[in-house]
Structures are given as C-alpha cells and as structure tokens.
C-alpha cells in the first residue's frame, strides 16, 4: 500500500504524543488552508539551506514561527510525521546528521538547515522545495507522496537502498 496513510500514533508513545501529533497536525493543515498568505524564500547552499518564511497577518506570522520550532522540536526527539510520505521519512530518519538553527522573526522565521553529509544535504535541499511546494498549493500539494532526488541514496527503513 504505497499510498496509505496510518493515523495511528504508533510507536507507544501515548497519550501526550498523540495529544501534541493533533496539535502538530492541525497547526500543518491550517498553515496550508491560509498558504496564499505566506511567502517564502530559499537559497541553496552547497550543505543545506537558508528559508525564509513570513506573512503579513500576524496569526499565520505566529504560526509560522511555532510550527518551525514544533518541527525542530520534532527531529531532535525522532518524532516523525507524514511517514507515509518518502522525503519526510528519510528527513526524519536522517535527523541525527541533520543541523537546524531557527531564527524568530517578527514575520514568520528563518531556518537554516545543513548537513556535513552530501547525500542529507541533497535531501535537505529536496525538503526545502517540497515545503515550498505546500506554500505554493497549499493541501492539495500537500496530498501527494514528495518524490526523493534521483542523487540521493535512500536510508529510511533499513539499510542504504539506491
């Protein structure tokens, strides 16, 4: 079942995790209900990247900044989401290697993401423009699997698969 989607919180980490995955969940889906008021801007790095993401209202500019820091939050602690989805698998399955300073704006946040292993920073990359894909369209972009890069050597699951 390639596209199916658990919404078990699995893992066993009860009802506090569950508790904080509808929070996280709901945060996501209102971030991209109101995606035509958000911008953002990515630069590549040869490591990683640098995204700016703001809006004008002050409520989504909140949301914004407390969705970042719920997802930082999330890779230090291994708590993956979208699973059924492989650039989010991998990222979060890549977590350890992964670096990420959060800067609060008064608009929204910047994020830097980076990573001294080449084959996370193409994933790192790939997740940046997935990301600005769920500004762009909003839900439904968010509805479909995002697709790894060709250069990148899968690592989720198991051992490397290319």
Not at 20 to 45: G, M, P, S
Not at 76 to 92: M, S
Not at 146 to 158: C, E, H, V
Request: charged share 25%; no cysteine; aromatic share 4%.
């Amino acid at each position: 079942m390639p596209n199916a989607r658990r919404h078990g919180h699995g893992k066993g980490h009860g009802p506090a995790h569950a508790a904080r995955h509808q929070q996280d969940q709901h945060d996501f889906h209102t971030l991209l209900k109101h995606h035509a008021q958000i911008a953002r801007e990515v630069t590549e790095t040869p490591d990683g990247i640098i995204a700016t993401t703001r809006s004008h209202d002050p409520q989504i500019a909140a949301l914004i900044r407390k969705h970042a820091v719920s997802m930082h939050e999330r890779m230090e602690k291994g708590l993956g989401l979208r699973n059924w989805d492989p650039a989010f698998a991998e990222i979060f399955a890549q977590a350890d290697k992964v670096e990420m300073q959060i800067e609060l704006l008064p608009d929204g946040v910047r994020v830097i993401e980076r990573s001294d292993d080449p084959n996370v920073a193409i994933l790192i990359h790939a997740h940046g423009a997935v990301v600005s894909g769920f500004v762009e369209g909003g839900a439904k972009v968010a509805a479909h699997e995002s697709p790894l890069p060709d250069a990148y050597i899968r690592m989720a699951g198991s051992s490397p698969v290319g």
